[in-house]
């Protein structure tokens, strides 16, 4: 999945995300090429900076109000998602538990390549790519997966 990080890519991808509740799939690499394409424009003085700048940080603060209504909604958001935004999306997560009680999430590595699914507890789950190391956080939905060989348990 290749994303257009210009100026104009951009201000497509923020009326997408403004127009749908849905967190918009995204590859992992995303901020990061958003970041080398601001070092392309030198000074942070420039227009073309600012410009661009404006829209990543409207784009992320976006994604993390998105984010946040997932995490209320104790939904999984769809996948592919940038590394920030599932770092965040777990570290919130953590938080949540930590304060509720609930116990860390069930990290997994992927068996095989599989399209989005529904969890038996109604969660949504995938599309996950073989060897890819996720975070569970439905006790119910991680034996799911170990069962049905969808995923195995690591430390």
Do not use: C, H, W
């Not at 201000?11 to 995303?30: A, R, Y």
């Not at 599932?86 to 938080?95: F, G």
């Amino acid at each position: 999945m290749d994303v257009d990080v210009s100026v104009n890519g951009l201000n497509n991808l923020l009326k997408l995300e403004q127009k749908s509740g849905e967190i918009t799939p995204l590859p992992k690499e995303f901020y990061i090429k958003i970041n080398e394409k601001l070092k392309t424009y030198g000074s942070p003085n420039s227009d073309e900076y600012k410009n661009l700048f404006k829209l990543y940080t409207t784009i992320r603060d976006r994604r993390t109000q998105k984010i946040l209504v997932y995490l209320a909604y104790n939904k999984e958001p769809p996948r592919p998602l940038p590394a920030e935004d599932e770092d965040l999306y777990i570290q919130i997560k953590n938080i949540v538990n930590k304060s509720g009680g609930d116990s860390k999430p069930s990290k997994l590595k992927v068996l095989s390549t599989i399209p989005q699914i529904v969890a038996p507890s109604g969660n949504k789950l995938g599309p996950y790519e073989q060897n890819e190391i996720i975070y569970v956080y439905d006790r119910t939905d991680a034996k799911f997966m170990v069962e049905n060989k969808l995923g195995e348990t690591i430390d």
